[in-house]
């Protein structure tokens, strides 16, 4: 239910479907009749469906660069991870660079704007008559994507974590033993669990009189796994890297000596 659009109405649809009709003159009679007007791209307002890309573009991407290399090197220096097999190495940057990245965008201060997706960019699928599938076209930032982005950046803003703080939280997202397929796996829930002990001990002394600041932490980091690794590439590094696979780069930095 919550990919369905409620803000446009038939009148919208069908205003819509005369465009298409106008510019695919030379379709068929039979491709007319069987013309499903829910896939015609329309303007829609609703946060769900409002599509979006950043103002200011190249700043911001260039931030965005800088924040990702900053999270590979993390890893890269953590003894622990360096201990594993290449293919849980592999597995668990997969699983956690998009929640690393977040927090880099915390601890950074990172801020953003953004703004709707320029409506002929719609015009033009529909100009240059696009036979790609639903299924195979990217799926781009909405606005309740990015909306959600930002409450949790506020969330961890609000906390003000110290830099201890910030890495032992980074290490319980890297050392997750929920990854599929990891040989290591005991291992690596070993290393979470010291990671969480390592933050509760690094809490208690700096907040003495915060008792549910631990907690809070927590809770905040669960935040992070509504987070789609799709919309961090799509918003901060389509831009950059055009139609190459993001994770290729990363895997590229964190092999690299």
């Given amino acids: 239910m919550d990919n369905v659009c409620q803000c446009t109405d038939y009148n919208d649809r069908q205003s819509n479907a005369i465009l298409y009709n106008i510019l695919n003159q030379e379709n ?29 573009p190249a700043d911001i991407c260039q931030e965005a660069s800088g924040v990702v290399v900053k999270t590979i090197h993390f890893m890269k220096n953590v003894p622990a991870f360096n201990q594993l097999p290449p293919n849980d190495q592999l597995s668990l940057l997969q699983g956690c660079w998009a929640p690393l990245f977040i927090l880099g965008l915390a601890q950074e201060g990172m801020n953003f704007d ?18 790609e599938s639903s299924e195979t076209e990217r799926e781009q930032p909405t606005l309740a994507g990015v909306n959600k982005l930002k409450s949790c950046l506020k969330t961890f803003w609000s ?18 033993p929920d990854v599929k397929d990891l040989k290591a796996a005991l291992f690596v829930e070993g290393l979470q669990q010291e990671a ?37 590439t799509e918003l901060f590094f389509r831009p950059v890297i055009g139609q190459a696979d993001l994770l290729d780069f990363l895997v590229d930095m964190l092999f690299s000596r």
């Fill in 196 to 232: 969480q002990h390592a933050l509760r001990e690094v809490v208690q002394p700096l907040h003495p009189g915060d008792r549910g600041r631990f907690a809070r932490i927590l809770l905040a980091a669960s935040m992070l796994k509504t987070i789609t690794p799709n919309l961090i």
């Fill in 159 to 176: 906390l003000d974590l110290s830099p201890k703080e910030y890495a032992y939280l980074k290490g319980t997202m890297i050392f997750n």
């Fill in 28 to 56: 068929s009679k039979s491709s007319h009749n069987n013309l499903n007007y829910n896939l015609i791209p329309h303007r829609c307002n609703c946060e769900i469906r409002r599509t979006v890309c950043l103002k200011g």
């Fill in 114 to 131: 953004v703004i709707d997706t320029p409506a002929d960019s719609m015009l033009k699928r529909i100009l240059l008559n696009s036979q």
